[in-house]
């Protein structure tokens, strides 16, 4: 069966991870340049001082998009750029950058889809508490509205936050990304706070007439080793893959915000305010056990089964159906967009100067097939974008995965595209002439 007719092929990228030009035209530092600065914290010390080099390289990989014939690209917005301090004046420098990006988008045919938080804090808001405090989710809104007044005439579509579970657990719990912070259950309130930013957001972009607002999050098929460890995958799902959807489409939180002193009874009002879409982002399902110690209510246990990515996470494209089924029972969803998917491996250019990337194109056609059996089942999925255009600075794995589809040199700066990207070319062709009326 064809695509609904209006379906969106695209990329994704993110700021801190192909940007680079930190220094330049007023940017300020964020959380993640003091995170990866930090001895230790990144594997052999890499940092997104440098990474792609997209701040100045960006019409060339606007001719990459071009070539690949996307409908769409989805990039973020660093806050650091704009609003350096993370509150007061604005950087118009910084905005400039974007500014031209998004021209450069629209002269080449490809629709500007924009994330304003993926994850790079100005670093005066952490000093000052970070998501722990109330108050950055007003300071987003702000910048919401400050992005939005520069660039919402030409942005086809917005994402307030990438994966906000990753920032609570990853940033603020374990401590394994910036801003490296170890509070366990502790981190709670960055989640509610981090909702209410959306929320706050939503209504900040409506008021400057945004088209198309919508959150990303990080969704994971919650696996139970065995029956008896069916409470801790459901306390699992509950927080990879309720927490920050619940508020959001259903008005309410899973049990594990019960009685929480920083949740305000007005904030869910906010947090649940209408958006576009949703969007969805799917690596790989994750398999849980009842803990042996520790504060977490589950433990999780390695997927040997499945083939594996280059940084081990399991090849499982029927979890990603079984994901978009879930959600669709669960919520009477907004439209979906599949906003990443995709995975790394070593890739290497051959002596004949090709990046074979043969396991790439098999992951992509893999969950492609997963998606579009979704989408005849009847599910409204409105687009997929493929992690990643380029190889790019994989938070604190540096540069070591490859998840582009071009190739980086990071060396010469010099790009080449892989295999997988002249077959998602040809893929995007080929269902041009396969859409349907929805
Ligand atoms: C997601 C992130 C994205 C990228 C991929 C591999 O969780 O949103 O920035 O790192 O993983």
Known sequence: MGLPEGFRWGVATAAYQIEGAVGEDGRGPSTWDTFSHTPGRVRDGHTGDVACDHYHRWPEDVALMAGLGVDSYRFSIAWPRVQPAGSGPVNGKGLDFYD??????????IAPAATLYHW????????????????????????????????????????T??????????????????????????????????????????????GRNARTIGLTNHYSPAWAASPDDQPAADAFDGFMNRLFTDPVLLGRYPDLMDDAPFVRSEDLAVIATPIDFLGVNYYQPTRLATPSEGPLPFDMVDITEHPTTGMGWPIVPEAFLSLLR????????PPLYITENGCSFPDEIGPDGVADDSSRI??????????????DEGIDIRGYY?????????????????????????????????????????????????????
């Open 100 to 109: 031209r990006l998004v021209d450069g988008l629209l002269a080449a045919g």
């Open 120 to 159: 790079d804090l100005p670093q005066p808001l952490e000093d000052a508490g970070g998501w722990m405090e109330r108050d950055t989710a007003y300071r987003f809104a702000e910048f919401s509205y400050l992005a939005a007044e520069r660039l919402a005439d030409r942005v086809d579509m917005w994402i």
């Open 161 to 206: 936050l990438n994966e906000p579970v990753v920032v609570t657990a990853y940033g603020y719990a374990f401590g394994v990304y910036a801003p490296g912070r170890t509070l366990m259950l502790d981190a709670l309130p960055t989640a509610h706070h981090q909702l209410l930013a959306h929320g706050l957001a939503v209504h900040a972009l409506r």
């Open 326 to 333: 879930t959600l669709d029972s669960r919520y009477d969803l």
């Open 362 to 375: 098999d992951f992509l056609d893999a969950h492609i097939k997963a998606m579009r059996t979704a989408i």
């Open 386 to 438: 493929t992690w990643s255009l380029l190889d790019n600075f994989e938070w604190s794995e540096g540069y070591h995965p490859r998840f582009g589809l071009v190739h980086v040199d990071y060396e010469t700066q010099k790009r080449t595209p892989k295999k997988s990207y002249a077959w998602y070319r040809d893929l995007i062709a080929s269902s041009r002439t396969q859409t349907e009326p929805r």
